[in-house]
């Protein structure tokens, strides 16, 4: 992972982070758990070595997994560090979050100690952040809880940019550290919980032995589960939630009962719950809290018989990842909002004007024919029936046990509404409404720039970019595309109400804005282009550009110019 200039992360960055994270939940086994760990440092942080130790139960760590270099993996793998060794560095150095860093001017101490190393040489550093081949960076797993219990060790070496961590790759790391430690949590569980259904399938005889090493592992579980009723009149009905799933969601055992997941789901997510496989079936949705709050998790299902040919229960498991999806939707902000105004950035801008249009032309409109008295007041959307006959629906499945929908259950009656402009000429209006498209540029900002410094610069575009979002409606896009340069996406406008909404920003604009007790004056000129299917976003954006430009000639520049 290259390391990034704060605030921006880059879009394909964030995605290998999520990958190797998503990864994490694959493994099948333990062994295959911390390999996978190991590997996910090298594929998606940007190191070319990763071990991962893992606290053995007499509390000594044991080198479990190494990636990045077979010789340094065949010569230290299954090797032992004692415990007293390793808390003596996880207590050296720097502490970056939970990271540690000793840098080699510290660690050289560490050389003759117990704990399993590799070294390769290297030249000193040439610059302060640079890696050296004796830097240190050790990444803590702690289990999930008010304890803390140490699972285990994260050792990094060499970065592919030859460069100490910044703040987004220590933020990463300890994140990616943090989902690694509920991955092993959740392998070893997974583990107890196969070997519990083992028993209960083939120790007939054993059966209440059985049956009571599952209520165990059910109700002392560390993250939620839930056992559900499969078919009948009572499908999905809870029929018991372990302690972690009821203090989870604040709700008393007995109350669970009455209650399907159902019942519990947040309304923008009972698509994916029925999408959900009954054998199998993973989702990330969230589920209501007692008192309306909502909680992300991940759910997780499998099929279980009371006895060998007894009835059928719904095992899901519940774990909680608001802390991951909340460091998610952190990441994602930042890579799609201007870190200065906090508006939705050009990358933005451009994806959500893409949504809105498709490669085919709007059909032309007859002249001939005039508008319809009776039409819906939204004549600006048009259905396009030779298109949906040309890109028909998949027909809906259900494969027997109600969590099966198909694809596109939430969505089969989706369709593309075309996005169309109204009439070139201005002074004709058909009463069509169309998705407006106003480009602003500043009118003296670079005077205020040079005069007053970046600082006040800053302030200006702060207060501009508040002043547009209070101008505008709850449903419209106020975008910095970058410099003095500000986009508008407002749907549903006429003509002549695109122009009103152009006036109106300008005037809000124009008042001086108070910067450190000095009052300045930008002025604004706007360009109104419309955006309609078969164009591109750029030939939108270009076309709202030029008629800016043309408006800001067209007047003088002391009238362009409010200070």
Known sequence: METESEPYVRLATL???????????????????????????????????????????????????????????????GRVG????????????????????IPHTEGWVLIEDDVPQWHTEGPEPRFEDEWHPRDRLYAPMYASGSGRELLGVISVDRPRNGRRPGPWGQEALQMYASQAA???????????????????????QALRASEESFRQAFEYAPSGMAIAEMGGDQHGRLLRANDALCRLLNRPASVMRRYSFADLVHPEDIGTLLRTSAEGGRAELRLGRRDGTYVWVSLRNSVVADTADGP?????????????????LQLAHRASHDALTGLPNSAELRARLSSRLCARPQAVRSAASPPDAYAPESAAYEFDYEYENQHPHPPQQNHGHGFDFGPDAAGAYDHHVHTVAPPADNDVDDGTKGLAVLFCDLDGFKSINDRFGHHTGDAVLIEVARRLTAGVRDGDTVARLGGDEFVVLADGLGAADAADLAVRLRNAIIPPIRVDGRAVRVGASFGIGWAECGMSVEEVLNSADQRMYIEKRSRSKVHRRAG
């Open 15 to 77: 995605r290998q982070l999520h990958q190797v994270v998503a990864n994490l939940n694959t493994a099948r086994s333990l062994a295959d758990t911390l390999q996978t760990v190991a590997d996910g440092v090298i594929q998606g942080l940007g190191y070319e070595l990763a071990c991962v130790n893992l606290v053995r139960p007499d509390g000594d760590l044991v080198v479990a997994a190494f990636a990045g270099s077979a010789a340094a993996e065949a010569l230290i793998t």
């Open 182 to 204: 509920i991955a092993i949590s959740n392998a070893r569980l997974r583990a107890n919980m196969q070997r519990a259904l083992v028993r209960l399938e083939r120790e007939q």
């Open 312 to 328: 059928r229960f719904l095992l899901t498991h519940v774990e909680d990842i608001e802390e991951r999806k909340r460091h998610e």
């Open 82 to 101: 004692s415990r007293a060794s390793w808390e003596r560095r996880l207590s050296m150095g720097e502490a970056w979050g939970d990271l540690r860093f």
